[in-house]
């Protein structure tokens, strides 16, 4: 969508260059393709390597491509559609298998995350701080932190693991027993921190689009999701998206 | 949102760096202040210049850190909230003053949007494509390209200039003679092209926001838009998001 020239601007170099591979990419190689080392590609376009190295770095930004240690550059598949709509405002957990619980400790929230939550450094911490992972086709599209301070679910019992997943599902039924007045949510670009990363098979540091979600009951921030998603593979749809071509 | 930790991973050294810069930039810097240059940063931290380049970068990506041509390094201010949610369905241009016509002209659309208007090759090119910058704060904070199939607003008379504002507001006005049917948006990782980086003051190939919306009238793709967002100083924000602390 990125490549187009509505009027004509001057473009540097590697700009051009993006735009002549891509259609290369397009007429010439498959998906999951490893593409010639970057001396050969150099050679081939007639470019120095830093100009192509530039060219490659929009490409992987645009999702065309991807670099992966020991594989290389590969052909990347068309992005994901991963619907995340607010249509209907529900608690996380409440009856969508998107998201596999796999943790539960008690953390200290970061302090963008305490500000939402309305925390002073005195009260209310730490917090519940559920672990999920989304799997969207067979791979993890995205992994989340949902932050749920103890006030949120003061009848969670003790009885049970203090964490873990048989704990997440404890602090995520609690929490469905609440009555959900509202969420917002708000979308940004982020980079990978390296237990995402790892999640996501990504390296440390990739962009990645951040899914910052506040659930709102009893007038107050009751839980705070933040969801780091793969920038590379997903594309995030909202409102009527689900049955339309871009969803998909 | 990006620098907590829930469990303790190996972290890359940059990683490790990112997180003291991030606190360096919290207590000693204010908003809007240049940073001492990387040779400098790199003596006080100790650690080698490519070490503090990746943390920079880091930094950047999270809008903590914008860099400029011939300003150097800044602290960013906090992301602004952006609205983008598709609570009532609404044709662009109806009932908004965030974006303002600034183009329109006859043009060829790229592949992907070809697709989405299910144009063929041979039939219903070129489209009318409209060109509107959206300014927050007295920011231009997005560039739009709106992509209007003639076959949707056959009664748009010749008599007016063919390109300009004034032609995109023509444009506009058809649309909105239409019922919308409904829309889906989607939000994926892109790269500024030329056009929209100088209109944005962002340089080409810089990671923004590309925000995909199809309008849908009498069952088929009426006309798609493609907006890019800085990624650099905007959140994106969707649902009942308005009036809470994460869309301002």
């Known amino acids: ?25 397009d007429s010439e190689f498959s998906v999951g393709e490893v593409l010639p080392n970057e001396r050969e590609l150099a050679a081939r376009f007639g470019v120095a390597r830093a100009t192509l190295r530039q060219a490659l770095e929009q490409l992987e930004l645009e999702g065309r491509l991807q670099r992966r240690r020991g594989v290389g550059t590969t052909v990347a598949p068309p992005r994901v559609g991963v619907d995340v709509s607010t249509a209907q405002a ?12 796999v943790d539960c400790a008690l953390a ?12 002073d450094r005195s009260a209310g911490r730490p ?12 791979q993890a599209v995205a ?29 995520l039924r609690e929490l469905q ?18 237990d995402d990363a ?19 009951a009893g007038g107050r921030t009751a839980a705070v999701s933040v969801a780091t998603y793969r920038a590379d593979t997903c594309r995030l749809t909202f409102g009527d998206a689900g049955d ?4 998909s």
């Open 1 to 25: 969508m990125g490549t187009t020239q509505l009027e004509s601007v001057p473009e540097p170099k590697y700009w051009h260059l993006k735009t002549v591979i891509g259609e290369a990419l």
């Open 143 to 171: 992994a989340e932190q949902l932050y749920v301070p103890a006030a949120t679910v003061p009848d969670l019992t003790a009885i049970d693991a203090p964490s873990g997943p048989a704990r997440a599902r404890s602090v």
């Open 90 to 101: 529900q608690w996380p957990g409440a009856g969508d298998e998107t998201w596999e619980p």
């Open 198 to 216: 790892k999640e996501l098979d990504r390296l440390p540091g990739a962009p990645v689009l951040l899914v910052t979600t506040r659930y709102l």
């Open 127 to 138: 917090v519940h701080t559920v672990r999920r992972l989304r799997v969207s086709h067979g």
């Open 177 to 194: 027993r609440l009555t959900l007045d509202g969420q917002d949510r708000a979308v940004e670009l982020g980079s990978a921190r390296a």
């Open 244 to 247: 339309f071509g871009i969803a």
């Open 108 to 119: 200290d929230p970061p302090p963008a995350v305490a500000r939402l939550l309305e925390l």
